[in-house]
């Protein structure tokens, strides 16, 4: 059947067209999309031709991954289901990753309505939850993996290296952890929508030296350092500053690039963390911290755009135009 989708058709090109899409199977859901959200990082390089599956970057001998549907997040209302799905009903409101495609270089993607979802992919939402916030689930599940997987107590010190949706959502996590947080990035307008609680700040690296900052900030040495861009040098350049037994994680991109000193680490005894993907539990207690109003989304959302509009979108991401954070295309125009 014929679905409505955004296509990336070439390197740093996009369009809004009809895409075949299988019909659903026993164990699929059928799902009219509202809303989706870009992820920036992983989508942008996608769409740039960087990567030809999940963390591993394209090389010239890679056949370039177009067409494609991007994308692995959304939210929508069951439509259909499949004859061996009891616990949905139609008329829910649900979260979901990726969907089925046909035709293009991947067999599946985010940006499409109606889209054709394996029940396994898909998550209820609670009723008095909106659904714009959890549009961008997969993304801010990241963002909670990686405030989750270091070993801390109430107190510690934790530096997440920037500011994007990741950075935000790891940083809301170490806090809602009790630790002191300082998150860093480049651009005033994006670190002006972290609340700091007592103990916690921000720095421009562009106006501030971090190793300073941190220095002045953690007096009893850092425990964590999430890396959310893929950046070796500064990780490795705040080794120094970390406690013996300290932590770094890395859900950052680093294309070709990401090749980290084990000799470094074992300098002060680091350990090293790289989660990556989702799964049924994490996605399960982020939606939960979501719900509680343990985790905000909303707030970190600059546009919103008809998913007509697709190309202008994906145009403020990859030319990273300024003030430019969460984008949202909405289905229902």
């Not at 870009?38 to 990567?51: L, M």
Request: glycine share 10%; charged share 20%; proline share 5%.
């Amino acid at each position: 059947m014929l679905a409505n989708a955004v296509v990336a058709t070439a390197p740093r090109e996009v369009a809004f067209s009809k895409v075949e899409v299988p019909e659903p199977g026993s164990q699929d859901v059928v799902i009219r999309t509202l809303h989706s959200w870009i992820s920036n990082g992983t989508e942008g390089s996608f769409v740039r031709g960087e990567r030809i599956s999940g963390d591993t970057p394209r090389r010239d001998t890679d056949p370039l991954p177009f067409p494609h549907v991007p994308g692995y997040q959304k939210v929508g209302v069951v439509e259909r289901l499949g004859a061996d799905i009891s616990d949905l009903q139609i008329g829910d409101v649900v979260f979901a990753t990726v969907s089925r495609v046909d035709g293009m270089f991947y067999s599946h993607g985010g940006h499409v309505s109606p889209a054709v979802t394996p029940r396994s992919q898909v998550w209820k939402l609670p009723a008095d939850l909106d659904p714009v916030s959890a549009s961008g689930l997969v993304l801010t599940q990241v963002g909670y993996n990686a405030g989750t997987r270091p070993v801390l107590k109430a107190g510690d010190f934790a530096v997440v290296i920037g500011d994007g949706m990741v950075g935000h959502w790891a940083a809301q996590t170490l806090q809602q952890r009790g630790a002191h947080v300082l998150l860093t990035g480049r651009h005033d307008n994006r670190l002006s929508l972290f609340t700091c609680k007592e103990g916690d700040r921000v720095v421009n690296t562009r106006s501030e030296d971090l190793l300073a900052a941190v220095s002045a900030w953690a007096k009893e040495r850092v425990q964590v350092v999430v890396d959310t861009v893929g950046t070796v040098v500064d990780t490795e350049a705040l080794y120094p500053l970390l406690r013996h037994f300290g932590q770094i994680v890395s859900v950052g991109f680093y294309g070709a690039n990401g090749l980290f000193d084990a000799q470094k680490l074992r300098e002060r005894e680091l350990a090293f963390y790289a989660p990556a993907g989702w799964s049924q539990s994490r996605m399960d207690e982020t939606l939960d911290w979501l719900a509680q109003g343990k985790l905000s989304t909303s707030h970190l959302i600059t546009h919103r755009l008809p998913a007509s509009r697709a190309s202008e979108a994906f145009d403020l991401i990859l030319n990273r135009k300024e003030g430019v954070l969460g984008v949202v295309l909405d289905w229902e125009e």
